[in-house]
């Protein structure tokens, strides 16, 4: 068992910054890659960025450009950070985990944090 435990939203201004954490503990060494997601009031979740545990990240168009996903294997944690905010990346924030074992895959999520672009 994985458990993701997010932190770091809250009300941010327009042009303005935001930096996401994400605490992973369980069994952790089987994560392999990990992801932000974001669900926004009446649109799909989406993936806004994600990470292999070798480093390797990759992200959505809306956040190319202007957002970093890192992750710190040995803290076992997991950080997204977006530059020049706007109204439209406002939503819940998912911090996702896929872990991969001898016989099995799962999909592990945190419980979500907050994110309000509003000035």
């Known amino acids: 068992q994985v458990l993701l435990v997010e932190s770091g939203g809250g009300l941010m201004q327009p042009g303005g910054s935001l930096r996401l954490s994400c605490l992973a503990s369980?069994?952790?060494?089987?994560?392999?890659?990990m992801g932000w997601y974001r669900q926004a009031p009446g649109k799909e979740r989406e993936l806004v960025a994600q990470i292999t545990s070798t480093g390797t990240p990759t992200y959505a168009d809306s956040a190319k450009g202007r957002s970093t996903i890192s992750r710190d294997i040995a803290e076992d944690m997991m950080y997204l950070q977006m530059d020049s905010l706007k109204p439209e990346d406002a939503g819940i924030y998912c911090c996702?985990?896929?872990?991969?074992?001898?016989?099995?895959?799962?999909?592990?999520w945190g419980q979500g944090t907050q994110v309000t672009v509003s000035s």
């Open positions: 996702s985990g896929h872990t991969i074992g001898a016989c099995k895959e799962n999909d592990y």
């Open positions: 369980g069994l952790t060494f089987s994560i392999k890659t």
